[in-house]
Every structure is written in structure tokens, then in C-alpha cells.
């Protein structure tokens, strides 16, 4: 599992890669920050 920061029309999205593609996070949870950075942090990951 990889998780990725994108834009979508501008605006920072946190996403998933499933194969070719991205799941966009954001669209799932709107609660869950965009920031992919804090998401990091949070989880204890970086």
C-alpha cells in the first residue's frame, strides 16, 4: 500500500495507490486532513 498527496482542480487530496490507480481519501472521509504531512505524523510514521 502506498499512500500519496495529489491535487485535484487545485486543492490537496491524500490518496491511496490500488494498482494503476488512486483512491482519493478525501472523497471517503471528508474529516480526514488533506495534508499528508500531519496524516504522517499523526500515525506515527514519519
Not at 487530496?13 to 490500488?18: A, K, N, P, T, V
Amino acid at each position: 500500500m502506498k499512500i500519496v498527496g495529489f491535487l485535484l482542480a487545485g486543492s490537496p487530496r491524500l490518496g491511496l495507490i490500488e494498482g494503476d490507480q488512486v483512491i482519493d481519501l478525501n472523497a471517503v472521509d471528508a474529516n480526514l486532513s488533506s495534508d499528508l504531512g500531519a496524516v504522517l505524523e499523526k500515525t506515527g510514521e514519519i
